[in-house]
């Protein structure tokens, strides 16, 4: 079930978190509840409520998240690789009414996923 938008609060730094990365268009930060031994989520700055609410206009942002989650795996030492995952809706999973992208990696992974 879908909670507030509590990353809007990570965002605007009235609640701390671990921040890894950001930049004008994204912020990174470990997430609360790690799942494997790195677990970094991935927002973008501009209110997206999920990945079924991106448009074209969302392109280059999307790639651009891809792209720093790609570095931020090379930055955390995932040189054996590593699992990129956005949850969507409540079907996916998805807890936080905000889009962000999971960077899981550190251990082995199963698939599928459960
Ligand atoms: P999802 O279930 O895909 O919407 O993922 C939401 C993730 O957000 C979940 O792995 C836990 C994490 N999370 C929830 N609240 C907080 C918080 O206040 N701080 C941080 N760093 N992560 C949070």
Not at 83 to 98: A, I, M, S
Request: with cysteine; hydrophobic share 40%.
């Amino acid at each position: 079930m879908m909670t507030e938008n509590i990353f809007l609060k990570i965002l605007d730094r009235s609640l701390p978190a671990k921040i890894v990365h950001e930049d004008e268009l994204c912020l990174a930060f470990h997430d609360i509840k790690p799942q494997a031994p790195v677990h970094v989520l991935i927002i973008p700055k501009k209110e997206i409520r999920t990945l079924d609410d991106a448009t074209a206009a969302d392109q280059a942002l999307l790639g651009h998240l891809q792209l720093v989650a790609v570095k931020l795996a090379h930055d955390l030492g995932l040189t054996k690789g590593y699992r990129l995952v956005v949850n969507c809706k409540e079907q996916g999973g998805q807890t936080v009414p905000h889009l962000h992208y999971h960077l899981l990696g550190g251990r082995d992974l199963t698939w599928p996923p459960g």
